[in-house]
């Protein structure tokens, strides 16, 4: 741990000099109390609002810090600062630096190997993958069944860990999972205990939820978190041309805390997209789906659903940094989704 030159007072603001840039051995060992100036009441203020990682208080803006952890707003710019040098956060490093990152992703089997194919052996962590398609082409289906095998242990494909589901059109079933996790052997109560599900009522709740996982997420192992669906509020309470403006930026805001969950936690984000009508000339196909280009752009995977005949479903990859565009079949039975 980087050596303190001296003891501080709890209420003395960090002293951005004396930050250590830390290895990354050192990094996953340090506390929020080796931030300079942060004294007890101050961890505690900030590990009652969720932040129990340097990385966790590096990404955040000042403004957000000290309205969550109750903090001035200056001394919430100095603790992220300090976190961000000590983190290392925002310079350049080399593209076998960032190879080395990349090992620490990990890929969710959905126990389809059509669809594993697809991706490149599942679905990553530290990546956004939004799942769209019309009314009944499966997109919840895949919520679920991806719930479930976050929970298998590692060996199985699975991350053996917690998964938080934020339930915006109330279609979460228990009774679906149970029927999913008898499907591969597992027992259906331990599943659900993992599966940690709020029903969204607004904009406003939804985006509250995304931040309230920080804080009841600590002692748990979380590698998934699920929102079905993403747009259905926002559609519902931004009507019209001049409300379109307002709409992108919380829906833009609200990507962006999922997206920092995602890197925080090593885990992989879900979100389902419901689609409107508008001709497309290129894929022939007359849905496009809602969010515009903000969700275009937040997005690290774009699978786009539809049905097909004697109950299939066919998953087409519309857009990846690294993938070519493909698609596949599968179906979609009552032990769940299958080759």
């Known amino acids: 741990m980087p050596a303190k030159s001296k003891a501080k007072s709890k209420n003395e603001e960090p002293n951005e000099e004396e930050v250590t840039i830390m290895t990354e051995e050192m990094l996953s060992e340090a506390s929020i109390e080796d931030l300079p100036g942060v004294g007890p009441a101050t961890a505690e203020k900030l590990r009652e609002a969720g932040f129990e990682e340097l990385l966790a208080i590096a990404v955040m803006s000042p403004s957000d810090l000290a309205d969550q952890a109750e903090l001035g707003e200056a001394v919430a710019n100095k ?22 990152r990349r090992r620490e992703v990990m890929k969710l089997s959905s126990k389809v ?135 992108q930026q919380k829906l833009n805001r609200h990507l962006k805390d999922l997206k920092q969950l995602a890197d925080i936690n090593n885990a ?22 809602v969010g515009g280009h903000v969700l275009a752009h937040a997005s690290t995977f774009r699978l786009y659903l539809r049905k097909a005949k004697a109950g299939r479903r066919i998953a087409r990859l519309v857009d990846s940094p690294n993938l070519p565009d493909g698609e596949c079949v599968y179906q979609v039975t009552e032990e769940g989704l299958r080759d």
């Open 113 to 247: 190997s059509t669809i594993d194919e697809l991706l490149g052996g599942g679905f990553e962590t530290q990546a956004l993958v939004e799942v769209y398609g019309e009314f009944g082409s499966g997109k919840t289906q895949i919520g679920h069944q991806l719930a479930v095998n976050c929970t298998m242990p590692l060996e199985d494909g699975g991350f053996d860990g917690d998964v938080f589901y934020i339930d915006t059109e109330d279609t979460f079933r228990p009774e679906r999972i149970t029927q999913m996790a008898r499907g591969h052997g597992l027992d259906p109560e331990k599943v659900l205990e993992r599966i940690h599900v709020a029903r969204a009522y607004n904009t406003a709740h939804q985006m509250l939820l995304a931040e309230e996982i920080k804080r009841l997420s600590r002692g748990l192992n979380v590698k998934m978190i699920i929102v079905d669906s993403l747009t259905s509020h926002f559609r519902a309470e931004f009507i019209g041309r001049g409300m379109l403006a307002n709409r």
């Open 79 to 100: 603790i992220i600062n300090a976190a961000k040098k000590m983190a290392n956060i925002g310079g350049f490093v080399s593209g076998s630096d960032l190879l080395e």
């Open 268 to 289: 992989l984000v879900l979100v389902t997209n419901q689609v409107h009508s508008k001709p497309d000339a290129m894929w022939g196909d007359p849905t496009k789906p």
